[in-house]
């Protein structure tokens, strides 16, 4: 199997309501996002022309529009931790989350926003989202999960 992966970086702030340390309070992130997709290539010989497996424009492109132009310079914050600070609900930018947006459940969400803008035949494979250099969470298709649904 050929996978292939594309970088991409954006900037956001949020908060973890019920989280016993600093990650409670509002603060933010140079996000690092690794998309890896995968698809149909013949396990002999090269891939016919063009020679791709996806072209990385187009992944830059999905996931520029379902997920980075929506989450780059935002607040992120739960819906309960909006009903619980109502005035933050009147500063620029605020996202609301259905749940608490950590890296895990970020992931979660970014999965759901671009599985569906593949074409049938790409899948995919893995992201991994860094909140630190050192701190990331990993996603991953396993093969019980059918997530073209």
Known sequence: MIE???I????????LLGYDGACRHIHGHSYRLIVTVSASASSRG??????LLFDFKALKKTVQEQVLDKL???LILSTEYL??????????NIIEFP???SAENLLIYIRDSIIQAFPQDVQLERLQLYETETSF?????TSTENTKN
Request: glycine share 2%; aromatic share 10%.
């Open 72 to 74: 780059d310079h935002a």
């Open 8 to 15: 991409f970086h954006f900037e956001a702030a949020h908060a």
């Open 4 to 6: 292939i992966s594309k």
């Open 83 to 92: 009903n619980q600070h109502p005035h933050l609900a009147q500063a620029e």
């Open 46 to 51: 090269y891939l016919p022309a063009p020679g």
């Open 137 to 141: 969470a990993t996603w991953h298709h």
């Open 99 to 101: 749940a608490e947006p």
